[in-house]
């Protein structure tokens, strides 16, 4: 199975951007469904966005859908994160997770693979 790697998060002011990566080591990235997720101290892990094995299919949550826009990359075996417009309550460590088979795109038990998380930082 492949393992996760996130980078590019850090401290940007209120309406700035950010982009976050997910490297995939390991074999058949494309046939894994790739997801983001936060999760801001005592609060629940929270789905972010969602794309199928090809990129032609993505969800986002309801708080980040026109600010945020995930992509992958299958070539570079890598998914991205792009986060505009961040506000203060996006502050959170954000979490790439995988897996090979299809259903729900929101639930994060049905993810088996996770990265170790990036913490993004909003402020001003």
């Known amino acids: 199975q492949v393992q996760l790697v996130e980078s590019g998060g850090g401290l940007v002011q209120p309406g700035g951007s950010l982009t976050l990566s997910c490297v995939a080591s390991?074999?058949?990235?494309?046939?894994?469904?790739m997801g983001w997720f936060r999760q801001a101290p005592g609060k629940e892990r929270e789905f972010m966005a969602a794309?199928?094995?090809?990129?032609?299919?993505?969800e986002y949550a309801d708080s980040v859908k026109g600010r945020f826009t995930m992509s992958r990359d299958n070539g570079k075996s890598t998914v991205y994160l792009q986060m505009n417009s961040l506000k203060f309550e996006d502050t959170a460590v954000y979490y790439c997770?995988?897996?090979?088979?299809?259903?729900?795109?929101?639930?994060?038990?049905?993810?088996?693979?996770w990265g170790q998380g990036t913490q993004v930082t909003v402020s001003s």
């Open positions: 997770a995988a897996k090979p088979t299809s259903g729900a795109f929101r639930d994060a038990r049905t993810y088996p693979i």
């Open positions: 794309t199928n094995n090809w990129g032609h299919l993505t």
């Open positions: 390991g074999p058949d990235f494309s046939k894994y469904i």
